[in-house]
């Protein structure tokens, strides 16, 4: 079957979620496929910011309480929200903290290594920030993370094996830490699968769902899952610098947290001001420190739009444009040496596609001079993620066209092929 425009122009007049597009700024008009790094502002996410920043001007100190969003509060609301997205309960979602110290915070808690277990499970392909706190974390217990720290190998240097992931559960493995979406290939782990044969081995576990969540539909709740962690500033949207947030499952309740803080508190217990400390009953006792409150602001207003869309709706037409993508790699663009490197199977491939070529980061810095944002991975990776909220079919059919341009009249050749500072 030979795909053309007019087959991603009916895609786009039968698509369902079409008139979310409008929602977003797009810098000058481009065709952004970066939203698995950075999300575009929505113009609800603009407006609650400043619903926010005028709750400070009016109320000053007061906006703990008082106004449309309480401050004190909206960790806790936001949490709610997004539960949802993560098949949780909502008193286990939290709204806090960055990635990486929610991690920390995490591990610190449900890391406990005896004479037996002494070792962290994790993967090769892994963010580079989750090994850097798991080992951080080994070394505050006094432990080598070159002994301790067990990275399952990847065969092929994209994707993994759950096979492999299980044989590696043995009786010296005290946690898991693993992505659900591994960040360069999109490949999407079986986190009920690995959950179970997790805990048959009395091992617990937890995911990293920075690629995954605003993304895919999640049951962390009915998996089991022990915890997980998360941004929003990729596909959920809520900007850069965005406010992360953590899963805790309800069992877990009543632990007290490896890293305590003030927001740890009960809530009625905070002010009181004691030197011990009354963690609150469900995931806020995960806190740690004051609210970032004006970077938590943009998720109320990108949060409405996902509430709006539905998960399993905006999971539809994901795999649906990135089968089309695949499609027209695969029609157009068969001469010029790409490799697709993420999973083929709608089951196994989350929201991004991950094209291989040695000249990725000069074609990379041609498509941005054509007004189209991918996103190079190094050494020879170019991540292209078409998102259901805001992304066109004709979007798709117009960046494989222009590829085929670039590499037809060799145009990439013009840049040098190294990334950027920041890729």
Known sequence: MTFTLDDAKHLDQSDNLASFRQEF??????????????GLLSKRAEQ??????????????????????????LSEQLGEKMASLVGANPQEVIVTGSTTVNLHQ??????????ARTKILADELNFPSDIYAL???????????????????????????EEDIIEAMTDE??????????????????????????????????????????????ALSEWGVDFAFWCTYKHLNGG????????????????????????????????????????????????????????MAPLIGALEIFLEAGIE????????????????????LAEYNFTIGNPIEDAHRGGHLFLEHKEAARICKALKDKNIIPDF???????????????????????????????????????????????
């Open 240 to 295: 850069p610098g965005s406010v992360a947030a953590l899963y805790v499952n309800q069992r877990h309740f009543g632990q007290i947290p490896g890293l305590a803080g003030w927001f740890s508190s009960h809530k009625s217990k905070q002010f009181d001001m004691e030197h011990t400390l009354s963690p609150a009953g469900d995931v806020g006792a995960f806190q740690i420190g004051t609210p970032h409150v004006l970077s």
């Open 313 to 332: 709706n905006i999971r539809q037409k994901s795999l649906s444009l990135t089968r089309f993508f695949i499609n027209l790699i695969q029609q157009e």
């Open 173 to 218: 493995i005290a946690l898991i830490v693993l992505p659900s979406v591994l960040y360069r290939s999109g490949q999407i782990l079986d986190m009920k699968r690995l959950t179970k044969e997790a805990h048959k081995r009395n091992i617990l576990i937890g995911f990293d769902l920075c690629h995954s969540i605003g993304s895919i539909p999640h």
């Open 106 to 115: 995490l591990v610190s808690t449900f890391f406990h290594p005896n004479n």
């Open 48 to 73: 609650s910011l400043l619903s926010v920043l005028d709750a400070w001007r009016q109320f000053g100190i007061d906006g703990w309480t008082k106004g449309e969003n309480p401050w004190f509060y």
């Open 377 to 423: 991975r190094s050494p020879n990776g170019i991540r292209l993620a078409p998102v259901a909220l805001y992304n066109s079919y004709v979007d798709v059919w117009n960046t494989v066209q222009t590829l085929k341009d670039i590499m037809k009249n060799e145009t990439y050749k013009q840049y040098e092929n190294k990334r950027e500072v920041v890729a």
């Open 135 to 161: 080992q951080s974390q080994l070394k505050l217990k006094g432990l080598e993370p070159d002994i301790h720290l067990i990275r399952v190998k990847s065969d092929d240097g994209r994707t993994l094996q």
């Open 25 to 38: 700024y797009f810098p000058n008009d481009c065709i952004y496929l970066d939203g698995n790094s950075l």
